[in-house]
Nanobody, 120 residues
Framework: QVQLVESGGGLVQPGGSLRLSCAASGSIFRINNMGWYRQGRGNQRELVASITSDGSTDYADSVKDRFIISRDKAKNTLALQMNSLKPEDTAVYYC??????????????WGRGTQVTVSS
């Protein structure tokens, strides 16, 4: 069993910053790609940023130059530094991990999400 737990969401004014964290725990052998997704009200879930096991990153055009994704492989953690936040960034943010469990089978896990609200 594997758990992904997000933290760091909240209410922030436009132009402000937030840092999201995700901790993976449980029967983990190796984590491959990790990513942050978000789902705004009435919208489909979309990829915000992803990072591979060797540290290569990719970002949605809407967050490039504002958000930074990072991970600590030793601690199985993922972070998203969000700067210059806009009201359209308001959404529930989800952590995602593509991993190999100790049974050597591959799984894809999601966290429960953390709410980010950008409003004055």
């Amino acid at each position: 069993q594997v758990q992904l737990v997000e933290s760091g969401g909240g209410l922030v004014q436009p132009g402000g910053s937030l840092r999201l964290s995700c901790a993976a725990s449980g029967s983990i052998f190796r984590i491959n790609n990790m990513g942050w997704y978000r789902q705004g009200r009435g919208n489909q879930r979309e990829l915000v940023a992803s990072i591979t096991s060797d540290g290569s990153t990719d970002y949605a055009d809407s967050v490039k130059d504002r958000f930074i994704i990072s991970r600590d492989k030793a601690k199985n953690t993922l972070a998203l530094q969000m700067n210059s936040l806009k009201p359209e960034d308001t959404a529930v943010y989800y952590c995602n991990a593509d991993l190999v469990a100790r049974n050597l089978l591959r799984y894809n896990y999601w966290g429960r999400g953390t709410q980010v609200t950008v409003s004055s």
